[in-house]
């Protein structure tokens, strides 16, 4: 039995880095003939000249928010604002028609297309243990969104055979577990807890029940050992519905792979700028999906880089997992405040390497004061950044002059500490 899905997983850094490179220049050409959100975004462009990362990071980042905003725009001409190569109807080639299309909170629209495993859901799972002839109790939903579909699709590309749950009928599912004998169960790690405790509750010992594949829900180590107290070894997935499967969970336990299908970035959230290497930032994404092109799509997930391979061998990039949301957008003094205008006056000011907004205060007395990090104490430097923080956010703002390294690596641009009595 092979250690691993493909050998994609353990070539050499180098050589799939040069792959990931020749593949960039020609989807971003595709992204900008096929989907019209990017023929505007990236109309500047020159795709032959995107062949590097440092090239990929001038290009601009998409979030979440953007897409939707795009899409509600674009209602009633394009579900996807733009942002697809494939739709429905007569009109279109049938290599060019969606096989499903999804829906999930937004409500955001995303496509699905032809092909085996198309979310890359298989690796994940084969990395959880899940190997062929098992049978699969997959909760995740299979309406709206595309979670179900996907977790299934990667099921059968390992060659499981899988009983659609889905989601609620608690004591229904336990009662199927209990019938059906399943190996392995994919869905949230609290669904399954309440499974669990279900089956408790109705004198029934899931012993078949040696594997999980888990994601949508932070995933604690606290959880993960009582999982391992009733014999099941609970791996977590990480994807999204725009992008499939980003990074997936080993058997070394030492952080998320990244999945061989995507091109992953840590960025400084607000901004589009990559962060050092173990530096806590923004998740951003390109996919090599025809047609659903995401060029840096910002997740608005925190995480960071791991140093070094994973020791099963693989050796694509490792990120810590979820660390948090990069959105930190708050309200001061009735105004908005966001991650990109922190970014916009560290940009003023080169001496400044890092910077934290704090709010603190009381309700009705927010205050702020701006840490940053610089090397010594410049002379009149403090006066310079308080104007800018003026200048941009047009509220009044402190600034702290802090030693390099001393500022918290956890990816928060904004602290909010206000107390609220």
């Known amino acids: 039995m092979t250690d691993h899905f493909d050998v994609l997983e353990t070539r050499d850094p180098t050589v799939r880095e040069a792959d990931l490179l020749a593949r960039l220049a020609t989807q971003v050409a595709h992204a900008q003939r096929g989907a019209p959100a990017f023929a505007r975004l990236l ?9 590097s990362r440092a090239a990929l990071a001038r290009l601009p980042v998409t979030r979440k928010q953007e897409l939707l905003e795009r899409q509600k725009a674009d209602r009633g001409i394009d579900l996807f604002g733009g942002h697809a190569a494939i739709g429905w109807g007569a009109a279109r080639k049938p290599e060019q028609r969606a096989q499903r299309v999804f829906c ?7 496509p699905e297309g032809h092909g085996t495993d198309y979310w890359r859901m298989g690796r994940a799972l084969f990395a959880a243990g899940f190997r062929a002839g ?7 939903s299979y309406h709206f969104t595309p979670a179900g579909a996907m977790m299934d699709s990667g099921a059968h590309a390992v060659g499981c055979t899988v009983f659609p749950a889905g989601t609620g009928q608690t004591e229904m599912q336990v009662q199927t577990i209990a019938d059906m004998q399943p190996d392995g169960y ?9 499974l669990l405790e279900k089956a408790d509750e109705l004198g029934i010992r899931p012993a078949s029940l040696k594997k999980a594949s888990v994601g949508g829900e932070a995933f604690p180590p606290s959880l993960r050992d009582w999982f391992r ?3 099941i070894e609970v791996y977590q997935s990480y994807g999204t519905a725009d992008l499939g499967l980003v990074a997936y969970e080993t058997s070394a336990r030492e952080g998320l792979v990244v999945d061989e299908g995507v091109m992953l970035e840590i960025v400084r959230p607000g901004t589009g700028d990559p962060v050092p290497e173990g530096d806590v930032g923004e998740v951003v994404v390109t996919t090599f999906n025809p047609d659903y092109p995401l060029i840096r799509f910002g997740t608005g997930d925190l995480s960071a880089v791991l140093a070094g391979p994973c020791p099963t061998g693989r050796t694509n990039t490792r990120i810590k997992g979820w660390l948090g949301r990069a959105d930190q957008t708050t309200k001061v003094r009735g ?9 916009e006056i560290v940009r003023r000011h080169p001496a400044v390497k890092k910077a934290r907004l704090v709010v603190s205060g009381v309700m009705a007395d927010d205050r702020m004061r701006l840490d940053v990090e610089v090397e010594g104490r410049p002379e009149g430097l403090a006066d310079k950044i308080a104007e800018s923080i003026r200048d941009v956010t047009k509220l009044r703002g402190e600034v702290a002059l802090c030693a390099v390294g001393s500022l918290a690596n956890d990816g928060k641009v904004i602290e909010d500490v206000r107390r609220y009595e």
């Open 104 to 110: 999930s909170p937004g409500p955001i629209y995303e």
């Open 229 to 231: 107290a009733r014999g």
């Open 134 to 140: 098992d049978l699969v109790h997959n909760a995740f």
């Open 335 to 343: 105004m908005f405040v966001h991650p990109g205008q922190v970014a």
């Open 186 to 194: 994919i869905g949230t790690p609290s669904f399954l807890k309440l």
């Open 43 to 51: 109309r500047d462009v020159d795709p032959a000249a995107v062949t």
